[in-house]
């Protein structure tokens, strides 16, 4: 699976935009880009994938680049409950295939 | 929606003791993973299976074992408990239509060695 290089750590204000970039420059052909976050002492939650089309759900955007080589999560307004680590991770789409988690950007959405 | 359960939630364990961390799934997903969190890092993935009755190492498996009986349950067993083996404990899930599923986690177990 590709490596993926994040920020250690932002900071965004309550209700503005959060943009947590992630560049995963050896990503192949095969590979989905995966954006999950972790809530202090609970599990990893799920929050969006791609392949090389930008994704948009209900919990936040993904923008990836022509290139596939960066993509941009976009959480539209945040709130004091986005407060988390977010984990950007590049994974092949067969069977069975593992999550490879790095340290992750540690979001603190700020009143 | 129970998801992904995990018990017990909490547990400490004396060196060279033995337990079960327990996780049950009601998704029907034939993937299901152990990873391990210790802490200020991220997850290494332990264990993992495919389906029933077929299991496979992942990056960090000595010292635990694992067993799928049944696509509801996957339990983890630690046979002789190390200090090392000190951390939270997170079960997850992924479905089988597409392969590009994302995986679904529990709350995790927290274990302490002493």
């Known amino acids: 699976d590709a490596k993926t290089t994040q920020p250690p750590s932002m900071d965004c204000a309550e209700g503005r935009a959060a943009n947590l970039p992630c560049n995963h420059s050896?990503?192949?052909?095969?590979?989905?880009v995966y954006w999950y976050r972790q809530i202090h002492s609970q599990g990893p939650q799920y929050i969006i994938h791609?392949?090389?089309n930008n994704e948009t759900n209900e919990m936040a955007s993904l923008i990836i680049t022509e290139d596939r080589k960066s993509s941009t999560l976009i959480l539209p307004h945040a709130t004091l409950r986005d407060t988390a680590v977010y984990y950007c991770?590049?994974?092949?789409?067969?069977?069975?295939?593992?999550?490879?988690f790095g340290e992750g950007t540690q979001l603190t959405v700020n009143p | 929606n129970a998801g992904v359960t995990q018990t017990p939630k909490f547990r400490i364990l004396k060196i060279g003791q033995s337990m079960t961390l327990q996780c049950t799934q009601d998704?029907?997903?034939?993937?299901m993973y152990w990873y391990r969190q210790d802490p200020g890092m991220g997850l290494k993935l332990i264990y993992y299976?495919?389906?029933?009755?077929?299991?496979d190492k992942g990056e960090v498996p000595n010292g635990y074992n694992v067993s799928r009986s049944t696509t509801e349950d996957f339990p983890l067993r630690l046979e002789l408990a190390a200090p090392s083996q000190t951390s939270v404990y997170f079960c997850?899930?992924?479905?089988?239509?597409?392969?590009?599923?994302?995986?679904?986690f529990g709350d995790g177990t927290r274990l302490s060695i002493l």
């Open positions: 997850a899930s992924s479905g089988t239509e597409y392969s590009n599923q994302p995986q679904h």
């Open positions: 050896t990503i192949s052909g095969n590979e989905y």
């Open positions: 791609g392949l090389k």
């Open positions: 991770i590049v994974r092949v789409a067969t069977s069975g295939s593992r999550l490879t």
């Open positions: 998704m029907n997903h034939n993937y």
């Open positions: 299976s495919v389906g029933a009755g077929i299991t």
